[in-house]
């Protein structure tokens, strides 16, 4: 399956956790690279973390920094990205991206799509 594919999301009061899921087909190379994004209403896809798949270096947004982590499991070919602290303004469809590029931040260097997940923090 070359399209990846997102779970994991849900309701979740302020201050709590919620960890995703994406299922993803990698390669191996220098610049491939499994993405995070969100969407929240009315707002731009903004990007949320990144992880290459050769050496798992990994990129954060800086208002999700010590909050959010990216990691994965190579057995089952899954990037998970650990949220906590999580605070309204985390609400968003949550989307799984990969491709090459040497530019993880930007939302036009990705190939493949998943059809997101919806992550609700409430007040």
């Known amino acids: 399956q070359v399209q990846p594919v997102e779970s994991g999301g849900g309701l979740v009061q302020t201050g709590g956790s919620l960890r995703l899921s994406c299922a993803a087909k990698?390669?191996?190379?220098?610049?491939?690279?499994v993405a995070w994004f969100r969407q929240a209403p009315g707002k731009d896809r903004e990007f949320v973390a990144a992880?290459?798949?050769?050496?798992?270096?990994?990129l954060l947004r800086n208002s999700v920094k010590g909050r959010f982590t990216i990691f994965r499991d190579n057995e089952k070919n899954i990037v998970y990205l650990q949220m906590n602290s999580l605070q309204p303004e985390d609400t968003a469809v949550y989307y799984c991206?990969?491709?090459?590029?040497?530019?993880?931040?930007?939302?036009?260097?990705?190939?493949?799509w998943g059809r997101g997940t919806q992550v609700t923090v409430s007040s």
């Open positions: 991206a990969t491709g090459r590029t040497l530019r993880p931040e930007l939302r036009t260097a990705y190939e493949y």
């Open positions: 990698v390669r191996a190379d220098s610049t491939y690279t």
């Open positions: 992880m290459r798949s050769n050496n798992a270096s990994t």
